[in-house]
């Protein structure tokens, strides 16, 4: 099994765009990014798993750790599974808790008054994002 795969995405990270009904038919240039490095993401993790000897049909199976470090030139990404019991199928994902949280942070909801920042203002501030799942 291996113990940790690292790889680069030689392409600047697009983040994902809010989708619109018309993205259906027509496609925005910041939908065209985003889909253009998702593959980018997915043909680097199966050059990955073939430098590693990996077969590839090869996925962590249970727990696993992640880290994605965002250069202005590239992407690096790095999988490793990690000791911790398998969770239950009904909890959440972690990036729908730390949207959540985000929610939390940026505003709050006064009615049809306009929003009032708590701590920051928009999630763009964040650089740094240390996140996990403990416990069942």
């Known amino acids: 099994m291996a113990n940790i795969l690292s ?3 030689p392409q600047v990270a697009s983040p994902k765009s809010r989708m ?13 990014r985003y889909r253009e490095f998702v593959d980018a993401v997915r043909a680097a993790a199966i050059d ?13 199976d249970g727990p696993v750790g992640v880290e994605f470090i965002f250069k202005p030139d590239r992407t690096i990404v790095q999988v490793w599974p990690v000791d911790a ?7 959440g994902d972690l990036d729908n808790f730390v949207k959540a949280v985000f929610e939390g942070l940026m505003h709050q909801s006064r009615g049809l008054e306009s929003l009032v920042p708590i701590l920051i203002e928009d999630d763009s501030q964040v650089v740094i994002l240390n996140a996990r799942i403990e416990g069942t």
């Open 7 to 9: 790889f680069e995405v």
């Open 48 to 60: 990955a798993k073939r430098a590693a000897g990996l077969p590839d049909g090869f996925i962590f």
């Open 20 to 32: 619109t009904q018309s993205d259906r038919w027509i496609e925005r240039p910041t939908v065209a």
């Open 85 to 91: 019991p398998p969770r239950g199928k009904r909890a």
